[in-house]
């Protein structure tokens, strides 16, 4: 399932305190297609992600999943295609505090209605290797452990695009290599992962490179020192 | 979804402890309302008393009917007329019939003061001889213990034989009860079969009652109480709704405030608005539930408590047995699971419209709290408070209370809903030197809100009542202050004053003035109505007059106070038809306009328009004299200007203040913990903001004065709001006397207001205090985001 942004505008706040996160934005993701969207802080990383995946309205601009434009869509719509097609995982707080990890990996089919099997979240949870944590709550995981069961999660419903903001983040390095060896090995889903470590964005097909709300540059195959030496370019000071 | 909302409920019970208190001692007041209420309707006595036994009764007729604007109304007849002596004799000649004996009230009192009704022999109905035998002879009576042998009867002090004991009351010869009392009350018929002919005889001139109906013949002191005491608790019902409403309104707003990024992940992880809603909506009717078994369980001790307390002030049998029934729990607690899904919707509304990204983003800034909906319905609730507040003065005597109530209450809703306007400039007054307090107060504007509000609705209610309450006691005693002669007695009975009274009380060479009071009704109100004779109009009528002349109230004339001839536009010489407290109908001419103020009497009339005996006389004269003639007789003696007390339990006059305390119980005992509750919870829920002050080189008891700075001035300035509430209510009544010639009184609560905002602002300094002692005990770099 391709995403596809065409012209994409996004402002924060209103009147004076307007902040242009997004000026113009244009991007294919194809099908199958693990893209990597790096940028210094500011460069409207996150809200590109927010708006691909309908948690945000876009101010002008069309988004396209899968042939259909979010714009068109009601609340529940974008809801149900949150359950059913889409997969989030965020850089922290991702699970329900209250509920245990195999609680949380349901959540979105019980969400849409559907009873889940123990089995089956069992299952996500060992596809994962926490197998033996099925029943401890996030507050006795720890911030590795959590990230994955927000994969699970994510993975659970099958999902055709999954987005997954700075998944890394918060992790040390064993753990984020797990975590990026996980998304490493989906063939058959979309990904698109934000992320500002050089690291983590080798790992995918295309690394695109967003500054002050544009995509500012693009590089197949990445490796670790090209990723880099690029971002070194964007964030040196003009004129330099 | 309700297993969802158990879970998250479970990790999030502190947030909420504040609906669950308020739900919880709402459901043992409601339950144990409707407990006090059946044990108060159960024990007032259904069907005939005295007329159990006669199966027909044939009394005057018993309902009013009016014809207003062509429509016919009826309504029950407080003080019947006397039935014909032609007619009951008529009746008695039937051939039909096979018994028929009269009924007479025989009005006598024991020189000790206690009234008492004797009764004919023949209409003992079913009472019993004790011991001794019946009275034949005019000089004897049966009487109950205690009674003694001399009474004061309308036709003078005398000394009877008691050759017969009887459970209770006092009963004449046949004879003597004719000589005491002509007036034949009600006629006692045999057999049932008889009705038929007798209705045929009597048409219209009487009503002939039979089965259920008999009761109407009857006074019904005992269920006219329990529909008092049936309106007190409805009254409490009504005030709990609204304050526990805006308790947990504001628990739930504060809390899916508090639950924003937990919510915008649902709605990442693809939960539809409706979900969110319904989630919000299933927690609060958890929380009911908790609240309602919480609440049974106290209504078990609570339920005989406030039946005690309701029989204390006269309105139900002092025996009262409240027992639990099987309706009031699923009443009580179905009332406060309506309270808490009405105060949750909003908060289920707005959490359903998280955005998820916007919730996601770090925002701990209040921004555009001020929505389209929040003018919409803010503004005219306050214009709606206004009306309301500017009708109570020329308003009926028994709607006043409900009407300070309604304008309290959409006062309070405008305020409310306009809170994130006017709160921040109020902590602004209150703080000029504090940045932090006013910025704080300004990006917590919800917060500061949920804390404010319950200190509003207290004071809000509390001191509008009072005033109003207060004011018309004031009011009262300044009217008769002004009306009546300073150096006036008032000699009362507590069921009328005999002829013989007024003549000892004329020998004693003092001025005597006769007065009654009754109800006059027009088409569509009541007014209270005194009668004067000639003796009592320069005693008891010193005021001036606008219009007209008091010195010409004779034979069919009325003299309007100021505030009634408003309300009728009538002025001096126009007529006025009105129907009297026996049913008859009068017209009467208007010979003056008094500018009586705002008193308890609206309108009055001579002595002879209003029919039953003489309530009360005005005497001015030797006082000594005048004290030994009300002792010998068991009369009560007053100064004159004093407000005399209205004897009837369920008058207006005796139930506003009740009706207060009521209120003024149930919000404060509701603010109290809503305070304590949003004053704790605010704190602990901030305790990542404080700690960055600590980190920023606070100490630690620095933070805890800060937050208890904050907690006073949020206290106060939900003071401020209520008081104006109170000043917006207090105005209406200023402007309604104001239009008014004669006195009137508007009494400032100032001391209720100041010690209600007192307690308020110890609460809730002492949970803040308590909570960010507690939050801010780890190291700050531990608690801090």
């Known amino acids: 399932m391709s995403v596809e942004l065409d012209g994409v505008i996004k402002r924060h706040g209103r009147g004076a305190a307007a902040v242009v996160a997004l000026d113009g934005v244009s991007a294919r993701f194809d099908a199958g297609s693990f893209t990597a969207i790096m940028g210094p802080s500011g460069s409207g990383k996150s809200t590109l992600l927010q708006c691909a995946a309908g948690l945000d309205d876009v101010d002008a601009g069309e988004v396209v999943v899968d042939g259909v434009a979010l714009g068109g869509l009601r609340e529940a719509a974008r809801a149900r295609l949150r359950r059913e097609r889409v997969g989030f995982v965020f850089q922290a707080f991702n699970l329900l505090p209250a509920l245990t990890a195999e609680q949380n990996v349901a959540l979105p089919l019980r969400l849409a209605g559907r009873r889940v099997p123990k089995r089956q979240a069992r299952e996500a949870l060992a596809r994962v290797g926490l197998a033996d944590r099925a029943r401890h709550r996030p507050s006795e995981l720890s911030g590795g452990q959590q990230q994955r069961v927000a994969i699970a999660r994510a993975l659970l419903i099958r999902p055709k695009v999954l987005f997954a903001d700075e998944p890394t983040g918060a992790l040390d390095s064993a753990s984020a290599r797990e975590a990026l060896a996980l998304l490493r090995g989906l063939r058959e889903q979309t990904i698109v992962m934000v992320t500002h470590d050089p690291v983590a964005a080798a790992h995918a097909d295309r690394v695109l490179f967003l500054a002050d709300g544009r995509i500012v540059g693009e590089l197949d195959d990445p490796t670790p020192a090209a990723v880099a030496a690029t971002m070194t370019r964007l964030e040196a000071p003009r004129g330099r | ?785």
């Open chain 2, 1 to 785: 979804m309700l297993r969802l909302a158990a879970l998250t409920l479970r990790g999030r019970w502190p947030a909420l402890a504040g609906a669950f208190a308020a739900l919880a001692v709402g459901a043992a007041l409601a339950i144990s309302a409707v407990q006090v209420l059946a044990a108060a309707s159960g024990a007032a006595p259904s069907g005939p008393q005295r007329y159990r036994t006669v199966p027909v009764v044939v009394t005057a007729p018993v309902a009013l009917r009016r014809t207003i604007a062509g429509e016919v109304e009826s309504e029950p007849n407080p003080r019947r007329g006397a039935l014909s002596p032609a007619l009951a004799a008529r009746i008695a000649a039937l051939p039909r019939v096979r018994r028929a004996v009269v009924d007479r009230a025989v009005h006598v009192r024991t020189p000790a003061g206690a009234s008492l009704v004797g009764r004919p022999w023949s209409a003992r109905f079913g009472a019993r001889l004790l011991a001794g035998r019946a009275p034949a002879a005019p000089g004897e009576i049966a009487a109950a213990h205690g009674v003694g042998d001399v009474l004061v009867t309308p036709a003078g002090i005398a000394r009877y034989r008691v050759v017969g004991t009887v459970a209770e009351g006092v009963f004449f010869s046949d004879a003597e009860a004719a000589r005491l009392a002509p007036r034949i009350d009600a006629l006692a018929v045999w057999p049932r079969s008889a009705a038929r002919s007798v209705r045929d005889v009597a048409g219209r001139r009487a009503s002939v009652l039979t089965g259920a109906a008999r009761t109407d013949a009857e006074p019904s002191a005992a269920r006219d109480a329990a529909a008092a005491a049936g309106v007190l608790l409805s009254l409490m019902a009504m005030t709990l709704g609204f304050v526990a409403t805006f308790v947990v309104a504001s628990s739930f707003a504060f809390a899916v405030a508090l639950r924003r990024r937990e919510l915008a992940l649902l709605r990442a992880v693809g939960a539809s608005p409706r979900q969110i809603r319904r989630l919000v909506l299933r927690e609060a009717a958890l929380v009911a539930l908790a609240g309602g078994l919480a609440g049974a369980a106290a209504s078990l001790l609570v339920a005989p408590l406030l039946g005690r307390w309701i029989a204390s002030k006269g309105l139900a049998p002092d025996d009262l047995d409240v027992s639990p029934t099987p309706l009031s729990l699923p009443l009580g607690a179905g009332f406060m699971l309506a309270v808490a899904l009405a105060g949750a919707w909003l908060a289920a509304r707005r959490a359903a419209r998280t955005r998820p990204a916007e919730a996601l983003r770090d925002a701990v800034v209040d921004r555009g709290v001020m929505t389209v909906s929040r003018w919409l319905v803010g503004v005219p609730s306050l214009a709606g408070a206004v009306a309301l507040a500017l009708a109570t003065v020329s308003a009926e005597a028994d709607a006043q209370l409900p009407l300070t109530f309604g304008a309290a209450t959409l006062a309070i809703l405008g305020l409310a809903l306009l809170a994130p306007l006017v709160v921040p400039p109020l902590v602004a007054l209150l703080a000029p030197r504090s940045v932090l307090i006013r910025r704080h107060a300004r990006a917590g504007v919800r917060r500061t809100a949920a804390t404010a509000a319950p200190v509003l609705v207290a004071v809000g209610l509390a001191g509008s009542l009072a005033a109003l309450v207060n004011s018309i006691s004031a009011s009262d005693a300044a009217a008769t202050r002004a009306r009546v002669d300073p150096g006036a007695l008032v000699v009362s009975a507590d069921s009328g004053l005999f002829r013989g009274d007024l003549a000892a009380l004329r020998a004693t060479g003092a001025a005597v003035g006769v007065t009654a009071e009754g109800d006059l009704r027009t088409g569509a109100s009541v007014y209270r109505a005194l009668g004067v004779d000639a003796g009592a109009i320069p005693l008891v009528l010193r005021v001036r007059a606008l219009e007209g002349s008091p010195a010409a109230l004779r034979g069919r004339t009325i003299a309007l106070g100021e505030l009634a001839a408003r309300a009728l536009r009538k002025g001096a010489g126009d007529r006025l038809r009105v129907w009297l407290p026996d049913g008859r109908r009068a017209r009467l001419r208007v010979v003056a306009v008094l500018a009586d103020g705002f008193g308890p009497v609206s309108v009055y009339v001579p002595r002879g328009v209003l029919p039953g005996p003489a309530t009360a006389a005005y005497v001015r004269g030797h006082e000594a004299a005048v004290r030994a003639v009300a002792r010998a007789r068991g009369l009560q003696v007053a100064g004159g200007t004093a407000t005399r007390a209205v004897a009837d339990v369920t008058d207006s006059s005796n139930m506003n203040p009740l009706a207060l305390l009521v209120i003024l119980g149930v919000a404060t005992l509701y603010v109290a913990i809503a305070l304590a509750a949003t004053a704790a919870i605010a704190t602990v829920a901030r305790a990542g903001e404080l700690a960055l002050l600590r980190l920023a080189g606070a100490t630690r008891a620095q933070v805890v004065r800060l937050v208890a700075l904050e907690a006073l001035v949020t206290t106060i300035v939900g003071g401020l709001l209520g008081c104006a509430v109170t000043a917006l209510v207090v105005g209406g009544l200023r402007r309604g006397l104001d239009g008014l010639e004669g006195p009137g009184a508007v009494a400032l609560p100032w001391g209720l207001v100041a010690a209600l905002i007192a307690g308020f602002a110890a609460i809730a300094i002492t949970a803040a205090a308590l909570a960010a002692h507690r939050s801010q005990r780890p190291a700050p770099h531990l608690v801090a985001p």
